[in-house]
């Protein structure tokens, strides 16, 4: 059942993807991307990581591609029903991009051997009381310099938008 | 795992270097806000003094090595030198802005609090001891860079510059993320004491998912240090940068790039050196050959000097080449390189600053037609700084390569020596090329100093460094050695 | 229960997928989603990995992962429409990520 669910999921996702590269119009292809990072934030559930999952989806879909639909609303699009989609060398890229992912999938993958202990999150979690309890416990003892200095990071982005995002006045002095 | 105040608090004493800094962005940004009229010159020297300010709480660190918050940042002399190198690129940069962003109309508070947030981003990386910090530290870096790079907002060639940095910092990041994923995979572990420890104990290290996690950390680290396969945005992003932008990013994630990529290739996959050092010796002569070979045909001194960079950036490589053999030798040759690549490479940035004017910069080699008669003195420094670039014997340039051949050879390089020796010929001729306009050609009308106090301490100091690390390099070899003592 | 290889191929392809759109699209926007996917194809490994290793540094590393990227999202996007503001273009005709 779970392997159904997960081939499904899985399936979806990367066609989606796929539609991502190949569609012609930017905000067809954002929206096949909400696709796949819904996909992958279902897949998320399927590895014990709730919290993960919600935040994919609040971060990612509510928050990232809202922002492109946005931007994209304020630039023209007209452009980009455009007929040269790709570049000319492009049929290289493709060629070297697949054989890099059969490369992944048929040699590298099943070649390698991982120590794995999949019961050993499960009891994690259970001890903690939940996957975010857990999270929580790590991520504001262990990962607490991570947690702060990821603040700095955001505040960083603030300054640019405000900065990027002020619009000049016709005589080039900043309103 | 249990979490003790006072130990938080010991911990934040260790990064009070750090802290300084954070404070002094602080400071600024609410400067910049409670005065938004006012002139920004003030906040510049504030922004300077919290750099000086941080630099020296930074040299009383009592030498005392351990590792902080848990195993995130490590304090010990390796970073201890990268990050006394960082502060001197940043105030190096900051005394070069001082009058550059007044003349460009760019003297805001957001540029004097973007440059501390870049260097607070690379201090970090040379202190990170676990791949999440480092990331972390990249990151800040990156976007702190991209909107400096995207500073002259009317610029459409700054704008363009911001953007392919952007992208190809987004790229990197992406196939740098994958490459820790597989490596965490592997592993089990993020951190690189725990990587490290974990490979030593295993039998049989041969495992083509820790190999290909290897390979992409290096690609996606290449962005920071400018080689192949991501080197391409620098020609753009020097020519698109404000001045003194360039100049900051031609060294400060440069050597922090090399901070990082010491600490991961020696440290944490040292196991692996057979096969991260041919990866580095493929990538050493693709970099140095393609750089030097570009060069050749720039006109625009400002992508000459990227194309040059990139070529510095391949004879570092060699150096970490080397290292797999004989580390000691190898690493010292690497970051000596670094240490006086920053004196000379900031140099030949600080006097295109010079040249220009509000209207015009002087930013082709036409432009410098008989600079020896205009100003003697100014075409007397840029020469010297041009020799060290070139690696001609008196100069410290030529200690620096010195160190590297040599290294490579002890580690029976020798056809990677001779590849180094034939580009570094090459080279030649492209800076020496300079130096004929400098004083063969005819004096172009129109060509004005303007010389501020600031730039002009900022060329002495380097220029005084050049000159003292060409005359007595065995002090800074032997800090050199000294910061990696206990890394190895 | 999936083995732990169904994961890693899925994240495989996501990432290649990226690898290859990025470098053959010619709008920015375009450009920055298959950006997106390659940071989702290395989320979804970290966190499988971190699943199957019982580790919780995979799922720590993802959180701040998705952090990043917001934060990246807001840059690359105020960069982009300042751009347009300049110049009305976002496809990238001379903006060739393949030119040296």
Sequence with gaps: MVKLIFIILAGIGVIAALMVVSLKNVVHSAFCLIITLFCVGCIFVLLHAEFLAATQILIYVGAIMVLVIFALMLIDSRETANDRRFHHQSQWVIIVGVILALEIVIFIIPKSKFIVNPEKMIAQTAEAGGNTQLLARYLFTDYLFAFEF?????????????????????????? | MQYNFVVLLGDIKQISAEMVIILTIVV??????????????????????????????????????QSIFSGALVVDRFAFFFKLMLFTITALTQLMSINY????????????????????????????????????????????CCVLVAFLRQNVKSNEAALKYFVLSLFSSGILLYGISLVYGV???????????????????????????????????????????????????????????????????????????????????????????????????????????????????????????????????????????????????VIFYLLCYVFFNIGPFGIIILLCNKHKICEFIGDFDGLSVRSPLSAFVM?????????????????????????????????????GIINSAIAMFYYLRIVVAMYVRAPKPGLKINASPSLTIALAIMVGFTLLMGIYPALFIGFARYSIATLL | MISLNWYLVVSALLFCIGLIGV???????????CLELMLNAANLSLVAFSDYLGNIQGQIFTIFNITVAAAEAVVGLAIIISLYRNRAMTNVDDFNLLKW
């Design chain 2, 28 to 65: 600024i940004m609410l400067m910049d806000i409670l005065a938004p009229r006012g002139d920004k010159t003030l906040l510049a020297y504030i922004s300077l003094g919290g750099t000086l300010l941080a630099a020296l709480v930074c040299c009383t660190w009592n030498g005392v090595e």
């Design chain 1, 150 to 175: 990821a603040s700095l990071i955001i505040l960083v982005a603030v300054v640019a938008a405000v900065f990027l995002g002020k619009r000049l006045s016709p005589t080039g002095k900043r309103e």
């Design chain 2, 101 to 144: 962003v007044k003349l460009r109309n760019i003297n805001r508070g957001e540029f004097h609090a973007l440059v501390l947030f870049a260097t607070l981003g690379m201090l970090i990386m040379v202190s990170g001891a676990d791949l999440l910090s480092i990331y972390l530290g990249l990151e800040l870096n990156a976007i702190a």
């Design chain 2, 187 to 333: 592993t089990g572990e993020i951190n690189i004491y725990k990587i490290a420890r974990y490979l030593s104990g295993q039998q049989n290290v041969s495992h083509p998912m820790l190999h290909l996690g290897l390979v992409l950390l290096v690609v996606g680290f290449g962005f920071k240090v400018a080689y192949v396969p991501f080197h391409m945005w620098v020609p753009d992003v020097y020519e698109g940068a404000p001045i003194s932008v360039a100049a900051f990013l031609s060294l400060g994630p440069k050597a922090a790039g090399f901070a990082v990529l010491v600490r991961i290739v020696m440290v944490a996959v040292f196991t692996l050196k057979v096969e991260w050092s041919i990866l580095f010796s493929l990538l050493a002569v693709v970099t140095m050959t393609l750089g030097n070979l570009t060069a050749l045909c720039q006109e625009n001194i400002r992508r000459l000097l990227a194309y040059s960079g990139i070529a510095h950036v391949g004879y570092m490589l060699m150096g970490l080449v080397a290292a797999a053999n004989y580390p000691q030798l190898g690493i010292t040759s």
């Design chain 3, 23 to 33: 470098l053959v699209k010619r709008n920015v926007i375009m450009v920055f989603l």
């Design chain 2, 383 to 419: 020469t010297i700084f041009l020799l060290s670039l070139a690696g001609i014997p008196p100069m410290v340039g030529f200690v620096a390569k010195f160190l590297i051949f040599m290294a490579a050879m002890k580690a029976e390089l020798y056809w990677l020596v001779a590849i």
